[in-house]
């Protein structure tokens, strides 16, 4: 078993998006090939309505993929298909943008005023990214947990963990995306794909990964030692961790435990012309994208 080092920690930087939601952004619009497939991840987490409901009106995607996890609140979603939906705390939904769509995503709070969701951006490969837009939407009483002996919960939203499919199929990185969370002082070692892209981003609790410069892990040898973690030593919230290869990722969870996104997907390695919304592989296809937009041709006649 190899142990994925930690390749690089940082934390999620606030931004704001749409028509005014403050959200935070782990990562996007900067380097394309840092977590290929992977795009962009917004944390959109409020408990303040007058911050998240301007939501996110109508705009255009094209040559990408979306995919929209809620944790708390609702999200009214409508389409330029005439698709319309809504999507609940611990429901997914997957949007292959392909050819193009214009859509609008408007975000509404529970009864205590609180949004909570996370929007991933999956690149499309040059041979589908004028495919025909498709939506999976996914009630979250569909997506398996699995309970470990350890009590750690694992939500298999795509790929598969322990023998459990998740319900997302179809999708061009064929990625792994779970939802897992660590009860306190647990040392939990994930088998991964070796050679695929992975991170983790850390939203609630705070935990400690293995580090490059050392391959057994800090984690680990405190927890030998049998000394306590430090704040030091600790990833918490709205931290993304990446690492580097391997086959498995080990991590301790801090004394109130830790519960983190976990993601993984092949790497397209392809040219990225990408400006907003809309991602292609070269500067024609990407100006050609923003003159159908100004020409009323964006969306293509469904094949």
Known sequence: MSIRPVKSVSQAQPTIEGAGVHLHRAFGFHDPDMLDPFLLLDDFRNDDPRDFAPGFPWHPHRGIETITYVLAGNVEHGDSLGNTGRLGAGDVQWM???????????????????????????????????????????????????????????????????????????????????????PAGITKTIPMDTYRNTFAYVFDGAGSFSDASEP????????????????????????????????????????????????????????????????????????????????????????
């Open 216 to 303: 057994r892990g800090v984690l680990l040898e405190k927890e030998l030692a049998g000394q306590e973690l430090t704040l030091r030593d600790l990833s918490g919230n709205r931290t993304l961790v990446q690492f580097d290869t391997g086959d498995s990722i080990r991590v301790r969870a801090g004394p109130e435990g830790i519960r983190f996104l976990l993601i993984s997907g092949a790497p397209i390695k392809e040219p990225v012309a990408w400006h907003g919304p809309i991602v292609m592989n070269t500067r024609a296809e990407l100006m050609q994208a923003f003159s159908d937009l100004r020409g009323g041709t964006f969306i293509q006649p469904t094949r």
């Open 96 to 182: 292959t943008a392909g050819s193009g769509i214009m859509h609008q995503e408007m975000p509404t709070a529970n009864e205590h005023g609180q949004m909570h969701g996370f929007q991933l951006w999956a690149n499309l490969p040059a041979s589908l990214k004028m495919t025909t837009p498709r939506y999976q939407d996914v009630p979250g009483t569909e997506i398996p947990r699995i309970i470990e002996d350890d009590g750690t919960a694992i939500r298999v939203i795509t790929g598969s963990f322990a023998g459990r499919p998740g319900p997302v199929d179809g999708i061009a990185a064929q990625p792994q995306y779970l939802d897992v969370t660590v």
